[in-house]
């Protein structure tokens, strides 16, 4: 479960520049939810997942997950209860390191750590078996460089790894944006089968309006620091690109004029 509770942010305040980014938001996530979040450049989107995942704190408001109160805790302190996968597909990887390497530190995540051998044998049966479900013959390749792969494959060993250890919450920053549309597409579907493997709470943003339909139970709207609108999953399913942007039309009263950047 993910809860953001009336949270507010401000970018330079005070100056000619200053920017509300959140305005007094709240959303909530229920345990197996897979919330999907766009909107146009600027609209919030990336302070609302940054704030949820600690990268960022509020300056009002409260932020949950599970039974835990999170709101002062940072981004490393969270660690334990998010996964998270980001635009670049370099980022969510050591690529000096190799392919089991990198699946053991992402096995670690959250446990008790002492003086052992990192890689097993046990533990590199467990990580063959895992790559396999990627359909990318990575379990062939436990013990190349992640260096080595290309932009797609470390994004899909960036989501097994982020999901790897179970989180409370799983967060999507982007993840197919920097791909080319075949790469994209694979790892959309690795990710909706991952997601309803392991019934992780997640939460993606996205720009791409007809990803946002197709992945995921609920969609919300952003628009200047605020959520316009929630679709529940039954609503989502019979609506379109098309009627998405006839609906921010409805509620705000006017045409979007950011639409290209969320049309991708």
């Known amino acids: 479960m993910l809860e953001v509770n009336d949270v507010s942010k401000t970018f330079f305040a005070g100056t000619v520049n200053e920017r509300v980014a959140l305005d007094d938001v709240s959303l909530q996530l229920p345990s197996g939810d897979?919330?999907?979040?766009?909107?146009?450049?600027?609209?919030?989107?990336?302070?609302?997942?940054?704030?949820?995942?600690?990268?960022?704190?509020?300056?009002?408001?409260?932020?949950?997950?599970?039974?835990?109160?999170?709101?002062?805790?940072?981004?490393?302190?969270?660690?334990?209860?998010?996964?998270?996968?980001?635009?670049?597909?370099?980022?969510?990887?050591?690529?000096?390191?190799?392919i089991e390497e990198n699946l053991a530190i992402a096995y670690e995540r959250g446990r008790r750590r002492g003086f052992r051998i990192g890689v097993t044998?046990?533990?590199?049966?467990?990580?063959?078996e895992e790559l396999k479900s990627l359909e990318l013959g990575l379990e062939n390749r436990l013990k190349a460089k992640v260096g080595l792969l290309s932009g797609g494959q470390r994004q899909a060993l960036s989501l097994l790894m982020a999901t790897f250890s179970e989180p409370e919450v799983l967060m999507l920053d982007e993840h197919t944006?920097?791909?080319?549309?075949?790469?994209?597409?694979?790892?959309?579907?690795?990710?909706?089968?991952?997601?309803?493997?392991?019934?992780?709470?997640?939460?993606?943003?996205?720009?791409?309006?007809?990803?946002?339909?197709?992945?995921?139970?609920?969609?919300?709207?952003?628009?200047?620091?605020?959520?316009?609108?929630?679709?529940?999953?039954?609503?989502?399913?019979?609506?379109?690109v098309k009627g998405l942007l006839q609906?921010?039309?409805?509620?705000?009263?006017?045409?979007?004029?950011?639409?290209?950047?969320m049309l991708q």
Not at 247 to 261: H, P
């Open 34 to 98: 897979f919330v999907t979040v766009i909107g146009s450049n600027g609209a919030g989107k990336s302070t609302l997942l940054n704030i949820a995942a600690g990268k960022l704190l509020p300056e009002t408001g409260r932020v949950i997950i599970g039974d835990r109160d999170v709101t002062k805790l940072a981004d490393h302190q969270r660690a334990k209860y998010i996964g998270r996968v980001f635009q670049d597909p370099m980022a969510g990887s050591s690529p000096n390191m190799t």
């Open 177 to 240: 944006a920097a791909l080319d549309p075949q790469r994209a597409e694979l790892v959309s579907r690795l990710t909706t089968e991952i997601v309803e493997r392991h019934k992780l709470t997640t939460l993606m943003v996205t720009h791409n309006m007809e990803q946002a339909l197709r992945l995921g139970n609920r969609l919300i709207m952003m628009h200047e620091g605020r959520i316009l609108f929630d679709l529940n999953e039954e609503r989502k399913s019979r609506m379109t």
């Open 247 to 261: 609906e921010f039309e409805n509620v705000k009263g006017e045409t979007l004029n950011d639409d290209r950047a």
């Open 121 to 128: 044998n046990k533990k590199r049966e467990l990580f063959a």
